[in-house]
């Protein structure tokens, strides 16, 4: 089984400015990363899948790199909608398709 | 537009079995692998099950293998869970989820609003 590690577990950012996730797979996954946002209450939201293309509708100031096994979103200039756990998704080997463990960014 | 909707959550006592079912709209139901997705209270995602587009492969994950089992209805564009055996960690929102494309294994960009499941005796 893959393993994703998101780092940090939570990022205080203020809004304005520039928010970097991390996420590490325990093996090469190539490009078959996704990033998912999720508010309280709600199912999550795709905003990026294949690394770096962004879903439907997905505002630009979400981007996605990387591949192998280190991958990062960038959220250019966090507004107060993106506050909001976030977590990445492997869909390179399975079963089972893996979620890390989440990024909660929170107002600083 | 495209929906999934999920139904047949609640409060259960373990040992006892729940089916759940999610309604999909808007698409093609017939031509795409479908998934659930679990999430117990206040914790992370847990990929459940995924089951081919015409019901050919079926995948679990280790956690439920043996208790649960994945199934459609293409003529009522319907996914199901029969989830027996409860257990008090089976307790979570239950998610179906779309893959992107016609790929089963793939990213999530359809997601239903999540079923309720309350093991508890």
């Known amino acids: 089984e893959i393993v994703m590690t998101q780092s940090p577990a939570t990022l205080s950012v203020s809004p304005g400015e520039r928010a970097t996730l991390s996420c590490r797979a325990s093996q090469s996954i190539n490009m078959h990363l996704a990033w998912y946002q999720q508010k309280p209450g709600q199912a999550p939201r795709l905003l990026i899948y294949?690394?770096?293309t962004r879903a439907t509708g997905i505002p630009a100031r979400f981007s996605g790199s990387g591949s192998g096994t280190d991958f990062t979103l960038t959220i250019s200039s966090l507004q107060s909608e993106d506050f909001a756990v976030y977590y990445c998704q492997q869909y390179n080997n399975w079963p089972p398709l893996t979620f890390g463990g989440g990024t909660k960014v929170e107002i600083k | 537009q495209v929906q999934l909707v999920e139904s047949g959550g609640g409060v259960v006592q373990p040992g006892r079995s729940l089916r759940l079912s999610c309604a999909a709209s808007?698409?093609?139901?017939?031509?795409?692998?479908m998934h659930w997705v679990r999430q117990a209270p206040g914790k992370g995602l847990e990929w459940v099950a995924v089951i081919w587009y015409d019901g050919s492969n079926k995948y679990y994950a280790d956690s439920v293998k043996g208790r649960f089992t994945i199934s459609r209805d293409s003529s009522k564009n319907t996914l199901y869970l029969q989830i027996n055996s409860l257990r008090a960690e089976d307790t979570a929102v239950y998610y179906c989820a779309r893959p992107v494309g016609a790929t089963a294994m793939d990213a999530f960009d359809i997601w239903g609003q999540g079923t309720m499941v309350t093991v508890s005796s």
């Open positions: 808007g698409f093609t139901f017939s031509s795409y692998g």
């Open positions: 294949g690394a770096s």
